[in-house]
């Protein structure tokens, strides 16, 4: 397969941009001649790389595949280039998805500890849910991402080679409820007591997951929906329903909410995953997992 790097920019570009003309403004290009290199690209591999849909482009199984080559290859001709030019390492950018419910508790330490160990890497975020995670992660829109799975623990995604998954920790859902009321001085709440009480949830669309409700009770009373975990957290606080947090969070809640595990059924255990594309990551890519793995320590 002949290739060029400017080939190689062009692909990267489309998968991160979602269409050609986008790339185009990225690049500094013309749509047409982004077009004739998606083209070009074709023809080379001599397979279709890109869907051409009407709400954009994405790359097809093969054109993921040559995705993950290609950073690989550009981040060697940088790198080269640097050597050879005797130009000092220039900062590099990795773009992170987490899950909500993993901002407060690593986002910040993992920044902290990563300005001592690779201060040459800047980090920029966004949020999301694991699936829409997992489709940024293939698409090239993230670099890395921290994702949360549930028993049985399947792959974040169906595609094929499968992600680079590291697991950081286990841990337990409780319900986050209000200090005063009905379970005042409680530390724990039978699962058929929460069967009728109001609820705080992340809302939910199509195959993304509701967040917030306790899982196995059918029809519960959602009557607040908020995805910013603090809004969750002080409508608890208010008295105004109640929610389900990781275990790890009880010590960040503020004043008026307690933890309450959960009696009655089986516990609902939630994994912590680093997830990247599949291949040996960057070393700055390699440097946010290892901080965002530290900052899960004890």
């Known amino acids: 397969m002949d290739v060029s790097s400017a080939n190689l920019r062009v692909l990267c570009q489309i998968a991160e941009s979602g269409s050609f003309t986008a790339a185009a403004t990225e690049l500094g290009y013309t749509q047409s001649a982004v077009s004739r290199q998606a083209i070009a690209l074709e023809r080379s591999a001599g397979t279709t790389l890109f869907e051409r849909r009407t709400d954009g482009v ?45 901002g407060p508790v690593v986002l910040s330490a993992a920044l902290t500890r990563l300005a001592r160990t690779a201060p040459r890497v800047r980090v920029t975020t966004r949020e999301g849910t694991t699936p829409s995670l997992a489709r940024a992660l293939r698409s090239g829109a993230i670099d890395v991402a921290v994702l949360v799975s549930r028993p049985p623990h399947r792959p974040p995604d ?4 499968r992600l680079h998954v590291t697991t950081v920790e286990d841990t337990e859902l409780v319900v986050a409820a209000p200090a005063t009321g009905v379970f005042a001085g409680r530390t724990s709440v ?27 009770l059918g029809r519960a009373r959602v009557v607040h929906a908020a995805r910013d975990w603090l809004t969750k957290l ?10 389900t947090i990781p275990a790890r969070f009880s010590a960040l809640v503020p004043a008026g909410v307690t933890s309450l595990r959960v009696e ?29 793995t530290a900052s899960f320590g004890p």
Not at 63 to 68: E, V
Not at 80 to 89: K, M
Not at 278 to 289: I, S, Y
């Open 58 to 102: 994405r790359l097809t199984r093969s054109g993921l595949t040559l995705l993950r080559h290609a950073r690989a290859i550009l981040a060697s001709v940088d790198a080269a280039e640097r050597d050879l030019t005797g130009e000092p390492p220039r900062t590099e950018q990795v773009r992170l998805g987490l899950v909500p419910s993993a």
């Open 158 to 161: 169906a595609e094929s080679p």
């Open 190 to 216: 039978h699962v058929d007591e929460l069967a009728d009480v109001p609820w705080i949830a992340s809302p939910s669309s199509g195959a993304e997951p509701l967040l917030g409700v306790w899982p196995g």
């Open 234 to 243: 002080h409508l608890v606080a208010g008295g105004f329903g109640v929610t």
């Open 264 to 292: 009655g059924a089986p516990p609902e255990i939630r994994r912590v995953l680093v997830a990247h594309l599949p291949g040996a990551a960057t070393p700055a890519v390699a440097a946010v997992v290892e901080a965002i």
